[in-house]
Each structure stands twice: as C-alpha cells, then as structure tokens.
C-alpha cells in the first residue's frame, strides 16, 4: 500500500475550495462534465429495451457567488440512474441534478448508437442498421426535451438523371432530425418517417434480388438534398404531437470531394 | 478521347431541373455546399497576410417556388474570391452569393488554421503556435458576423492545489470564443485576451528556463474552468467594440477521462 | 407495396458477376467490409459479460482468377455468431469466414469500448471506466491474434519537477499496448499492467480525498512518456504467456499543443 | 512583468534529467513529438510550389541508456528547414535529426492537403480539388521514403448495373496509395493513375453538361473496389521508378452504411 495513503487527511479537513464566494459578479450560464462514456439501456419498440454506450454531458447553471460546481457530483447522479436513462426518466435525472446542486436550470445531453434489425426488401434478409441518436433536455427557466436521429440514406440525383442518357450519380447522405413533442414518440417512427423521404433506405444486409430492387426503387425516387428536407417536413405529420422540428440533409456527393446540404425549421402552430 | 464525350448535347438543350417550380409550399431556410476544402489568404497582424487551408460552408435560403439550386455556382463565386476571404470581404462574397442566387439571406462560414509566431518567455525562442479560427457571416433578414477562436491553454486545479502538500493537477484546456463587434477586431488580440485568462498560455518550443518558468507561473495561478471563462468575460473589456460573446473553457482533465466544462454568454448593453 | 417490386427476378436469373472470371492476373490480399457497427458481448472478469458496440472489419484474400467477392456473405456471418464474438470464439468465427469463401486467408478485427468498475484510491467510491480495446485475428497463410488496449493515464514532467520551485506540468496520456500470448489473458490485467506503469491512475469519480491522494501519487511518480514505455515493457513480464509486446505512449502536453511520443516493440525470444 | 521571472535561475543551472543515466536497459525505437501543426511548401508540378498546412511527426530513437530526449530540438530543426519541406529536403531534415540527437535512427512523417487545378470535362470550367498527401521517411538502419495520396474518386457497382433494370448504385469511395520509388514522383502524376483507375474522377465544379458527362462515364465504367486496387496495380506501371505499393480503395457504399473494402500490395521485383 501507498505510504502517501497513510497521509490523506479526513475528508472534513480538507478546505472546500469549489464553495468558495466569488466577488467577479458573473453568473455561469452551464458548468459540468463533458464527453463521459457510459453504457446505457434505451427502450427499444422490438424488444423492450436495448443495451448501447452513449456519451454523456451535464450542466447545470452556477450563480455569481459561488467560485466553483463539484464536478464528482455528477458522476454520483450518473451512477445512481445506471440502467434507467430512457425519454421516462429524463426529467427525474435532471430534477435530481437540479436539486443536488441547489441549481436553477439543469442540461442533460446522451447520444448512442441505436441498433434496429431490419428486413431487406426481396430476400426478407435481417440486419442490424445503426443510427445514432440523441436525447437533450433542460429544465429550470424553460423545461425542453428534444430528440434527435441521424439516419444513413441513398439519395439520386434527379437533375442527373434527367440529363443523361444512362444512369444517375447516387450516393449515401445524412438526415438528420430533431423534434420536440408532446406525448411520446418511438425512435422507430421517426426514423421510418425519414427513410420513406429519401430516394431509398440503406440496409446492412441486401442480397442480390434485393440489390435490384434498391437499384431500381433509387432510380424511380430521384431527390435533391432540397427534396429530402421538404418531404421529411410533409411525412412527420404522420407522426402525433411533434411541436416543432430541424431538418437537415447532406450529400456525400458521388461526383464531389464536399457535401450537398439542406436546413429547415419547422416551427410549431 | 471518351466516345462518351460526342454524344454531349448543347449546354442549353439539357432541362434545368433546379428551376422547376416545386408545389409543396415549403420554403428552405439553408441550401448549398459543405466542407468545401479551399486554400485563403488571411490578414495577418505581424506579417500583413498568411496563406492557410479552410473548411468552407455556403448557403442561400430556397423559396418555396423553387425545386433546387444551382451547387455549382457556389463554387465559382468561391474562385471567384480566390486569395481574398477576409473579415473585410466577408460582405461582398454574400452581397455577391445573394444577388447570384436571387436569394433573400446569404450564409457564408469559413474555419481555418492560423499561426502565430510566439516567443517563449525566458529564452526568447521563438515557435509557431496554430489556432483554430472561423468567421461566420450572414446577410439577409439581419446582417451579421461572428468571428471565433478556439485558443489550447494550460490550467491548474485549484482545488488540487489547495488540499495536497505537493503539486497540483494541471492539463491542456481549449477555450473558445466567439465574438460580435462594431469596427475591427485582430485575432491575435483576441488570442492574447483568452491566454491570459488561462492558468498559463501553451508554446510550441519552450527551453528549461521556459518550462521552469510556465510549471511556475500555472502553479501560481490555479483556475477552474469557471474561472477562466469569468476571466475570459472580464478581460473582453479590454477590447473595443464588442456587442456580444460567447465563451467556453474545457478541460481535458489529466485525473479524468473526461472533460470539465463551463459556458457563458455576455449580452451587449 | 411499390410496384418495381414485382418485376424482380428469381435470384437464379440474376447474374453472378463477382464470381465471373478475372484476367489480370493479379491477387488481392484482403477485400471485405469496413467499418461495421455491431452490438457485441465480451467476456468480463468482474460480471462474467458484458454488452458493447463494435467497429468491425471483416476480409480475405482474393484469388487473381475471381473478380469479386459476395460482400454479403460478411454480414450473414456476423449475424450468426451475434452474441458471441469473444476472444474464445474467433477462431471459429475466422474459420467460418475461410471456408464460407473458399479463401485461402480470413481477417477479423473488432473494436470495442470496454466498461470496468473502478474503485478511487481512499474514498472507495465507485466509478465506470472506459477503455478502448481491440481484437484483430487471421488465420491461412499464418494464425495470429493481438490484443490491444488504449488506456488513458496522467503522467507528471520529471525535468518540469526537478527544475521548478513549486508544481509540475502534468497532462492526460494515453498508452497503448497491443500484444501476442500464448493461452489466455484478461483485458483486466493488462491495463493494470498499463496503469501501474504511469505517474497515475485515471478514474472516473474522485471525492476530494482522492483529488489530494492523485494529485501527490503523480507528483511522487513523475515520468517521461519514455518511462511509460520501459516501464510497461518491464511490468508486462508478470503477464504469463505474453510472446510479442508494441507499446506506445503519447502526452496530450499540458504545456505543448502538440504530443509527446514514445514507442517501443518487445520481441519475444 | 511577471515577479516569477526574476527567480528563474539560468539555463546552466537547471538539472538536466533527459541526459541522466537509465538503469532498465531498454532501448526505445521512436521517441518525440507527434501532431505538430505547421505551414509548409511543397513543390507543384504547375506553379512551381503552394503553400500548405501539415502535420508532422518527427521521432528518433533511444539508447537504452539515456532517460529521455530533449524534445524541444525537435521544433528547432523544423523551424530551421521552415519554407523547404520538401522531397528533395527530407534527407536533409533526416540528416540534422540524427545528427543532433546523436541517434542512431530518425523518422518524419509529414500530412498535408495539396491542392490541383482541375478543369471540367466538357465545360472546361476550372476547380480546386483537394487531396490529402503524406511524406515518410526514416534514416538509420535502412534508409526509407514513402509517398502516399488519398484520391476521391466516384465508382459504380458493376453487379448493381448487370442485374438491374434501370440505374446502378454507385458513391464516393477513396483510394489510398503509398509508393517507394527510385528518381523522382509528382504528386499529379500519382494521382492521375489513381482517378483513371476509377469508375470516374471526382471535381469540384461540374457544369450541366459536365454532370452529363461524368454520369454516363460512371455508368459506362463499373468498378467493384476490387477492380479499382487491380487497376490502379496496374496502371502505376506508367510511372517510372515504382519499387513498391500499397493499394486500398474503401467504398462510402450508397446502399450500405458500412464500406467496402480491398487493400492490395505490390512488390518489387
């Protein structure tokens, strides 16, 4: 054992630096801990719910008379929500962490992968596609929650379609939406409302006649980057209580070295 | 020659696809190119210019009438301003990108490399340090412009040096800061504000005499984060002409695996 | 249902154009997939298992006679070995990948974060932390497996020590230790090995008792990234069975924007 | 000024712990800095050089009886050759590391994006395309340089296009190549070997018609990865002087959201 142990005085003794006053007069808007990796379990529409590693930040805000956050803090609230951090318990973790830190607004921010198995088209094959998510929520000033996904699609290029003779230059892009809603919303749901908005899906196991059939459904789906935000605007009607949405697309263009990109703002009525 | 190449029609016969009218009523709030890699000129405080390689992004707003834009004619304005992208041209790119496209706002962002020329406090030595800027620029429903630096510092805990009988626990921290202002800022100014926010700045060469120096000068100026963004805050007095700022500290912790984090906005009067 | 649907043809009729036969004359050495993502479970010391998300690549050789291989084929293998995918079990799953290509050599590499309980050195509390490891194996032409893991440690400046009056620059580092061994080893006790060989420990979750008790265990073990390294490669030797090492240390400079960087590779005898 | 500085004792003074004694005999193979950010020139088959901004590697190894290197020496030799980083100059920079490290063997590795005017197809209109290049080179034991390029380039299923109806997946892939060589290579020349290798080169500006042109030269041209790493093997036979290569060529599959991959290594004779 350590001789530098023997040393360590009681944790009473040790001065408390953190809640120190400060004379500076500047409130901190968000204090904490970034970038934490942890495993988690999601809730999950096939199985009840899905083990994934997300990373993790937590903020919350620090008034102008206090010299520093007790960052280990935290962690401990992470710990002790182990295994729980669904869209359910969100707002739990963030009242604890208000509470625990005497806070007046509290920031919790997890993104993970997302792990959904999916059936090709033709062979009726199953393969696990990946989509990373995010789950972001405050409360304190003004209560939010929002949910994002970024899902790989295949889009074709109408205006190269419509000039040339034989073939289209295609290509994998990014959707990425965020919502706000009321009520609840599967993952699964927004992400079927996004891979329908694209020339066609991506898939992590296509056998041959499903190969075709991808081809074909991309050629009979041409759509820009500007295509793509609008349709994704039109589908998530389908989807109950969304207030209000970001939508972005780009392009890993075939025929470029930069991506096509395209943003909009829905904004709720 | 590619037997492909004869079969080429007229530029003018092939359909424009772009211009169709589009009916879903939709306007597009961003449509254009991303990370477009592009080397530029940058006005430099020492050296009166330097050549650097930059992330470029560009977008325009799409009218609900319209089905697309015209990609190519981003780059063309880019090459177009070849060896002038600077915080003083900034306005004529997006006069010029929104007059092209018809458009009503413009958004140009530009994110680079720059490297400063600093002597190491005791020998005198003199290396290059790189910082990481970015200028982003609007014009449109409200003009604006943000220029933002991402400046490597060192930080010393202190908490760490408050409760233990020897050293303090130290580490590279970057703070980045964005600012908006009336007249014209030098990034090096800028640079220099956030350095001495920091426990102590970061150098590319330090002899002994430095690195004796740098230990000591960190030692004796522990900071948290929310320190160095109070610091950073107050210090942005110094100068002129700023309306508004952001301003971020992180840590990456030499005790943790993750970061320790701190956020603060400055609201012009 | 679309309607493109119903004019895909029997898989029989589709043809097989990467089993045609290639006349270059020129053999690949590995084609396969990518960058998979992938739930996986790993054998844990602690829990018996636990449940991850992987990068995965998977290849084989090519012979110069075949002009492509059935991508698919990878994915289908992955799927049924789901839920297995340990050190025990790549061989099988290699084995699977030779035979079900007829090749003459197979590759498998999976990449990991892996999640261990870590207790803080007075406190006791407990906190997760995140390594990163990888598996790579083949099997044909020579059978190999290395084991791989990323660790992240705090290492403290002996010169920095020596030569100031008060304090010592410290940062983050990460070692990374890949190795060969004859029967079997935990992740466990090789980052033990890694750790034990750096200023100190990284955690998760330090109270202030164990702030004090880091902060002067690295001042009272200061060390240069090429300590890290001979260090490692002497506490390696408690390791049985361990044939071949590659270690390498790198310092994320508390006083530098650049890394420190030493590496070194143990031949077995 | 700072009190601190008056205290600082003089550089002969200061203990010099890196030329202290080392009792472990271990040998270590690579020791120095890592991820330095500097501008750089490189030489340009059109415009005689460009200026460019890399990162840089520089190691040298250790006897087994000296605790450490001086790691600063290593920003002093680069801010000497600064403005001549070049082919020609490696040795040169090579020379002075070992030389002034007493080593017995010295590495530089050098990244950087290099810009080429590439004119459209059809339009003749002019873009900047960036590829990503890379220098390595070692003295000592065997003296060694590797030049690498990573092109972008558009590839187009061949088994999509045979069994489909209409269209044929294709996407950005990147080809990576690292050669040996005796006499002199551009950089222009390496990649021009590599895009012909391809389904189609990739521009940054595309015209109307020049986007007709590429589509139906895409389409005209199907590749797998495994054609482009053949190809590309056996088109470098045009560039004289190839000793050795290695071929990768990586898929951002439009229907996947994984890559395809193929690696493929050439010998010498």
């Excluded at 970038?35 to 096939?46: G, H, N, S």
């Excluded at 009840?48 to 620090?62: C, F, K, R, S």
């Excluded at 589908?235 to 909009?264: C, P, Q, R």
Aim: glycine residues 4%.
């Amino acid at each position: 054992m350590n001789k530098a142990m023997s040393k360590v005085m009681d944790k009473e003794k040790l001065k408390d630096v953190q809640n120190q006053p400060d004379s500076r007069n500047i409130d901190i808007d968000k204090v904490g801990v970034k970038d934490i990796r942890y495993p988690i379990v999601v809730r999950d529409k096939a199985n009840e719910n899905q083990t994934t590693v997300a990373n993790i930040n937590m903020y919350v805000d620090l008034p102008h008379h206090f010299k520093g956050t007790h960052m280990s803090r935290f962690v401990e609230i992470l710990n002790e929500h182990r295994g729980e951090i669904t869209i359910e318990k969100f707002s739990d973790i963030l009242s604890n962490m208000k509470e625990r830190f005497s806070a007046r607004t509290a920031h919790l921010e997890v993104e993970f992968p997302y792990f959904i198995e999916k059936t090709a088209p033709v062979s009726k094959s199953v393969g696990l596609m990946e989509y990373n998510c995010r789950f972001a929520g405050s409360i304190g000033e003004k209560d939010d929650f929002v949910l994002q996904v970024t899902v790989p699609v295949s889009t074709l290029c109408p205006c190269s379609k419509e000039i040339s003779d034989r073939g289209a230059h295609n290509q994998r892009g990014t959707v990425t939406v965020a919502i706000r809603f009321t009520g609840f919303v599967w993952i699964e749901d927004l992400i079927e409302v996004i891979e329908k908005s694209a020339s066609c899906p991506v898939y992590s196991l296509l056998k041959r006649t499903d190969e075709k059939f991808v081809t074909e459904q991309a050629y009979d789906n041409p759509k820009f980057v500007e295509d793509v935000v609008r349709d994704v605007a039109t589908n998530l009607k389908e989807i109950e209580g969304v207030t209000w949405a970001s939508i972005e697309a780009e392009n890993l263009e075939s025929i470029h070295n930069h991506s096509a990109y395209a943003f909009l703002e829905v904004k709720g009525d």
